[in-house]
């Protein structure tokens, strides 16, 4: 889970940005995992912009739906950072780096749990 968390870190998913990228590392994985991949790919003020539809099963119900993000906001002009923002580190009290509490930690666990 730890890698695939440093992996989405990693990917600058600032909002005004590409996220192409992080979205294609996460469809790879759930591909790999048997779901069914669908990307939207499209252009938001001149930037691509990418949504992931995965599906696993049959279309019926009941079924169960996991919904996330992963676009941060800006960090370029936030002087407060004393760790690379798109580093995932972990010391005995805090985990740093951009998406860690919202949501991209939630969204490595997901795609771990579904290997």
Known sequence: MREIAQRLIGFDTTSDRNNAPAMDYAAELLERAGFSIHLNRYHRDGVEKTNLLAQVGPPEPPGLM???HMDTVPFDNQSGWTRDPLN???????VYGRGTSDMKVFLAQTLDAVQ
Not at 88 to 94: A, G, K, N, S, T
């Open 66 to 68: 996991i919904s996330g």
């Open 88 to 94: 995932l580190e972990v010391d005995d009290e805090w």
